[in-house]
């Protein structure tokens, strides 16, 4: 397990919520999440939730990485629908305590159209970092209640 971040980097990331109760997860003081990108512990995640609701939803803190699946199956067992996929690799797994919840709404000022018309550009697919798109960013912090 990696535990120590030396530069703080934001990230956006999608979750698909007919998968996993992203709400129920993220009522706990600490869940955890599969990495596919090169996050580290002191990381800024916001987590984008897919339809039907199409906005950010929540903002955590990235407590630590590298954790392998087999290690934390109990853990997030109870928030996947439908049975975990255990064909093929497995991806790690970050440790993360929410610090934000955003209301979901309909009209949303993080809602995905709101993120295209500030500089999201395709479909958010995996993590996004958002050093690299500064009008992004800037508009996301701006707009966080």
């Given amino acids: 397990m990696l535990t120590v ?5 934001h990230w956006l990331i999608p979750a698909n919520t ?6 129920a997860a993220f009522a706990q ?37 590298g954790f392998d699946m087999n290690e934390i199956i109990d853990k997030v067992r109870p928030f996947i629908k ?7 690799p ?14 979901l709404q309909e009209n949303a000022s ?3 159209q709101n993120l295209r018309e500030h500089g999201l550009s395709g479909m958010l697919m995996g993590a996004r ?3 690299n798109n500064p009008t992004l960013f800037e508009y996301i912090e701006k707009n966080l209640p």
């Fill in 5 to 9: 971040g030396f530069s703080m980097t």
């Fill in 82 to 88: 439908g049975e975990p996929n255990s064909n093929g």
């Fill in 29 to 65: 003081s600490e869940t955890y999440w599969p990495m596919n990108a090169k996050i580290s512990a002191g990381d800024i995640l916001y987590i984008y939730l897919a339809a039907p609701h199409k906005q950010i939803g929540f903002v955590c803190n990235v407590l630590a990485t």
């Fill in 110 to 112: 993080l809602s995905l």
């Fill in 90 to 103: 497995s991806k790690p797994f970050m440790k993360l305590k929410a610090t934000q919840s955003v209301p």
């Fill in 129 to 131: 970092k958002l050093e």
């Fill in 18 to 23: 007919k998968f996993y109760d992203v709400f």
